[in-house]
């Protein structure tokens, strides 16, 4: 079994920035990549960004890339997102998840594991 609990979300103003953590628990967290996913009320979920199992290799979304930022700490069990520049449009429910299986990391049902999301606003 593996759980996964985001944190660091909450309401900040255009241009300003957040971190997300995702802490997992589990022996075999340094094994799986690893994503973040928003989903904002009326539209579908879609890809934020992902990062390899040893944190060598990341991807953005075009919408992210240049203000986001995909970290990992394996000591630490735990993923980060950095968010600089954060517009309006940023505002979602942002969850991690652990890649599980097929070639595209931008698609969730490549993803098996999910934590509970934690709400991102940003206000004008």
């Known amino acids: 079994q593996v759980q996964l609990v985001e944190s660091g979300g909450g309401l900040v103003q255009a241009g300003g920035s957040l971190r997300l953590s995702c802490a997992a628990s589990?022996?075999?967290?340094?094994?799986?990549?690893m994503g973040w996913f928003r989903q904002a009320p009326g539209k579908e979920r879609e890809f934020v960004a992902a990062?390899?199992?040893?944190?060598?290799?990341?991807y953005y979304a075009d919408s992210v890339k240049g203000r986001f930022s995909i970290s990992r700490d394996n000591a630490k069990n735990t993923v980060y997102l950095h968010m600089n520049g954060l517009k309006p449009e940023d505002t979602a429910v942002y969850f991690c998840a652990r890649r599980c299986c097929g070639s595209a990391y931008y698609s969730p049902p490549n993803y098996d594991y999910w934590g509970q999301g934690t709400q991102v606003t940003v206000s004008s």
């Open positions: 589990g022996r075999i967290f340094s094994s799986y990549a």
């Open positions: 990062v390899s199992w040893s944190g060598g290799s990341t």
